[in-house]
C-alpha cells in the first residue's frame, strides 16, 4: 500500500511540472506563434485559402522587395559595425582610461538604452535638419538658401542615427567583459615590453570578441527590423524591410504582400540570431557567460 | 638541453634589444627617496634602497606595508610623488613601462588564456620586434630551463597552478630582463607545490647569478629561504634591511624581531655590561639574565631583549645562567613540535619544543633556559 501512494504522489508532482510547463508555453503560443502562423500562412496563401507560390515569387521578385532586402542589410551592417567601432572605444576609454564621472556616466549608458528610438531622430533633425542648429549656421555664415548639410534625409542620416542609439548594445557587454580581464595581463604584457596599441590588439581584443559577438549580433536583430528611426526622419528613397511591410500593409492595404515581406524580415532575423547563437557556442568560452 | 648548455647561451645570445642583463654583469634596482601616494593617502613614504647586481632581495612586510607599491614603481605601473628610480645607471621614474626591459611574475600568473605556453613565452620578443628563429631559440631555452618543454603547445587552462607559474617565469626571463620582479608568485598555489616552487626559484636564482631579482612576498619562510637580503617595511618605511641571517639571528628592532621568526621581546633593564663575554647583564622581574649582544645599548636602559621560542630550552643548560620561571598559559600541539606559551611578569612567553612525551598542565610553574648568545638586546621602534 505505500508503494501505491508514493506512486500516486509522483503522479500528482508530474501533473504539477507538467501544468508550469504548459501555461507559458500557452501564453506563448497565444500571444506570438499564434499571430505569427497567421502571417505565414497569409503570406503563403494570399488569401486564398490554399497554398501557393505565385504570390511568393510575385512579392519576392519585384524591384522594391529587392531594393529593401539590400537596403535593409546595407545599413544594418554599416550601422552594426559603426556601433561595434564607436562602442568598443568608449568601452575601452571607459574601462581603461581613469576619468572623473565615470559612475555617472554608466548611469547614462543604462538610461540612453531605455529610451524610445525616434528621440534621438527628432534630436537629430534639431542639429541636423534642413532648418536645424548646424544648417541655420552655416546658411547665416555663408549667406545662402540651400542647407548645405543634407546628410540626414539619405540612408547615412539613418545609419548615424541607429549607430547613436544602438552603441550602448555593445558597450554595455563589453564593459562586462573588460571588467573580467585581469588588469595583471596588461601590466605584464606591458612590462614585456607591448606598447598599448599591440596590447589592444593581442590581449584586449580577443577577450573582448564574445562581448563585441554578442553586443553587434545584438546591433544587428535590432537594426534590421528598426522602423521608428527610418519613419521619424523620412529618408528619401531609402525603403527597407519594415518600411515596406507597413507602406504594403497599412497605405496600400496588400496584407498578402506584407506577409511575405514580413516573413522574409522574421526568417533573417532567425538566421541572424542562429549565427550569432553557434558563433557565441564557438569562441564564447568562459566569459560567454556575461553576455 | 641540459640547464648549463642554456645558460652559458642566456649569457651569450644576441640581445634583441638594449635592454638585456648588460653583458651577464646585472643591473641595480636602486630606490631614491621615494614617496607614492594615492589622493591624499602615502603608501611609500621617502623610501630608499639599493638592490646590488645580481643579488636576489626580498621585500618583506604585512599587507599595506608599501611593498607591492615599491615593486610597481620599479615596473613602471605607479609614479612616485617624488623621489626616483634607477635600473643600473638609468632613471626609470618617468620611463613607461614598456621601455623599462624588466620581467614580471605576479600572483594569478596572468597568463593571456588565448595563447599556447609557447605564444605566451614569445609574446615579449614579439613585442620588441626579435627575429623568428631567435624567438624559437629562446621559446626552447626558457621552457627547458623551467621543465615546460613538453607542454609547449597546451593553454594555461590546460595546465596546473605550478604548472602556469612556471610558465609565467619563462615569459619573464625569455625577454632577458634587466631586472626580474616576483610579486608574491607562490601566494596562488597549495603549500606543497609552493614548497616545490620556492626550490625551483632557488635553483633558478643559482643558474641566473646576474639576474637582479626583486621579490615581494609576505611569507617569511620564502624571503628567509630565497633571499640574500631581505628589506621588512612597515607602514610604507623601510623598518629594516639586511642579510637574511642576520636579520634573523640580530634583529635591529621590536618590528623586525616580532615580524620575523614571532619572536618574544622581553621588557628588560640594562644592568651593566658584563666583562668576560663583552655582553650585557639584564634585568627581567626577579630575573637576572646574560646577553652577548648589546647592541650599543647602554647600561640603566629599559629596553627590549630578543629570544626566539625555539630558543627557550626545557632543559637547563649547563651554565644556567639565563632561566625564566612561568606558569603555563596555553599548550598547543603541532604535531613535530609542541607549542607553549607561559605568563611571566605579566609577559607572555612562547616556547616550541620538540614533542613532550609528558605535556605540563594549564597553570603549571615551567622553567625555560636559553644561552646568551641567543638573546638580543633591541631598541623599541628604531629603523634599521
Not at chain 2, 597546451?154 to 626571463?173: D, N, W
Request: glycine share 8%.
Amino acid at each position: 500500500m505505500p508503494n501505491a501512494a508514493a506512486a500516486e504522489r509522483r503522479q500528482r508532482d508530474h501533473a504539477g511540472v507538467g501544468f508550469w510547463v504548459l501555461l507559458p508555453f500557452a501564453v506563448l503560443a497565444t500571444i506570438f506563434l499564434y499571430p505569427l502562423s497567421l502571417i505565414v500562412h497569409e503570406a503563403l496563401t494570399a488569401g486564398t485559402g490554399a497554398v501557393s507560390s505565385d504570390g511568393l515569387r510575385k512579392v519576392l521578385g519585384s524591384a522594391i522587395f529587392v531594393s529593401a532586402l539590400l537596403n535593409t542589410v546595407r545599413i544594418a551592417v554599416v550601422a552594426t559595425l559603426g556601433c561595434l567601432t564607436l562602442g568598443f572605444t568608449l568601452a575601452l576609454i571607459y574601462s581603461f582610461v581613469p576619468f572623473p564621472g565615470r559612475a555617472l556616466v554608466a548611469k547614462m549608458i543604462d538610461v540612453f538604452i531605455a529610451l524610445p528610438t525616434f528621440l534621438v531622430a527628432l534630436a537629430f533633425t534639431f542639429i541636423y535638419g534642413s532648418a536645424g542648429l548646424i544648417n541655420q549656421s552655416l546658411m547665416a555664415a555663408m549667406g545662402t538658401q540651400v542647407p548645405p548639410v543634407n546628410f540626414l534625409y539619405s540612408s547615412w542620416g539613418v545609419i548615424l542615427a541607429e549607430v547613436t542609439v544602438y552603441s550602448p548594445f555593445v558597450l554595455r557587454p563589453l564593459i562586462a567583459s573588460f571588467s573580467l580581464l585581469d588588469p595583471a595581463q596588461i601590466e605584464v604584457a606591458s612590462s614585456l615590453g607591448a606598447r598599448p596599441v599591440r596590447i589592444v590588439r593581442q590581449i584586449i581584443f580577443p577577450a573582448a570578441l564574445p562581448a563585441l559577438l554578442a553586443g553587434g549580433s545584438l546591433c544587428l536583430l535590432l537594426t534590421v527590423n528598426e522602423f521608428g528611426i527610418l519613419l521619424f526622419i523620412g529618408a528619401k528613397g531609402v525603403i527597407t524591410l519594415p518600411l515596406l511591410v507597413y507602406d504594403k500593409a497599412i497605405q496600400q492595404f496588400d496584407y498578402a504582400s506584407a506577409c511575405v515581406i514580413a516573413s522574409v524580415n522574421v526568417l533573417l532575423s532567425l538566421m541572424l540570431y542562429s549565427l550569432y547563437r553557434v558563433a557565441l557556442s564557438g569562441l564564447g568560452g568562459e566569459r560567454a557567460a556575461v553576455v | 638541453m641540459s640547464i648549463a648548455t642554456v645558460m652559458d647561451r642566456t649569457a651569450t645570445a644576441a640581445p634583441s634589444t638594449a635592454h638585456v642583463a648588460s653583458e651577464g654583469q646585472g643591473n641595480r634596482i636602486a630606490f631614491d627617496r621615494v614617496t607614492v601616494a594615492y589622493r591624499n593617502t602615502v603608501v611609500l613614504d621617502n623610501f630608499s634602497l639599493i638592490i646590488e647586481p645580481g643579488e636576489f632581495a626580498a621585500l618583506l612586510g604585512p599587507s599595506g606595508s608599501g611593498k607591492t607599491t615599491a615593486l610597481r614603481s620599479v615596473a613602471g605601473f605607479v609614479r612616485p610623488v617624488s623621489g626616483s628610480v634607477s635600473i643600473g645607471d638609468e632613471d626609470v621614474t618617468t620611463m613607461p613601462p614598456y621601455a623599462r626591459g624588466i620581467g614580471m611574475v605576479v600572483q594569478n600568473y596572468a597568463l593571456f588564456p588565448h595563447m599556447t605556453v609557447a605564444e605566451n613565452v614569445a609574446f615579449g620578443l614579439r613585442a620588441r620586434g626579435a627575429a623568428r628563429v631567435l624567438i624559437e631559440e629562446r621559446i626552447r631555452e626558457c621552457l627547458a630551463m623551467v621543465d615546460m618543454s613538453q607542454y609547449a603547445k597546451r593553454y594555461p587552462r590546460q595546465l596546473s597552478g605550478g604548472q602556469q607559474q612556471r610558465v609565467a617565469i619563462a615569459r619573464a626571463l625569455a625577454i632577458r630582463p634587466r631586472v626580474l620582479l616576483l610579486d608574491e608568485p607562490l601566494s596562488a598555489l597549495d603549500a606543497q607545490i609552493r614548497r616545490n616552487m620556492v626550490e625551483e626559484l632557488g635553483r633558478l636564482h643559482r643558474e641566473l647569478p646576474n639576474l637582479t631579482v626583486l621579490y615581494v612576498t609576505h611569507d617569511q619562510a620564502e624571503a628567509l629561504t630565497l633571499a640574500d637580503r631581505i628589506a621588512i617595511m612597515r607602514d610604507g618605511r623601510l623598518s629594516a634591511f639586511g642579510e637574511a641571517r642576520s636579520l634573523y639571528h640580530q634583529p635591529p628592532n621590536r618590528f623586525t624581531a616580532e615580524f620575523l621568526g614571532h619572536a618574544n621581546v622581553i621588557p628588560v633593564r640594562t644592568e651593566a655590561l658584563d666583562g668576560p663575554s663583552g655582553g650585557m647583564r639584564v634585568r627581567f622581574g626577579a630575573a637576572n639574565l646574560l646577553t652577548t649582544a648589546a647592541n650599543n645599548i647602554p647600561a640603566g636602559a629599559n629596553t627590549h631583549l630578543c629570544v626566539r621560542p625555539h630558543s627557550l630550552k626545557l632543559e637547563p643548560a649547563p651554565d644556567r645562567l639565563n632561566m625564566i620561571e612561568g606558569a603555563v598559559e596555553e599548550l598547543h600541539w603541532q604535531g613535530h613540535t609542541q607549542s607553549i606559551a607561559l605568563s611571566v611578569n605579566g609577559s607572555t612567553i612562547r616556547v616550541v619544543s620538540t614533542e613532550l612525551r609528558q605535556l605540563p598542565k594549564i597553570g603549571e610553574k615551567l622553567t625555560v633556559y636559553f644561552a646568551a648568545e641567543d638573546a638580543v638586546l633591541i631598541a623599541e621602534d628604531g629603523n634599521a
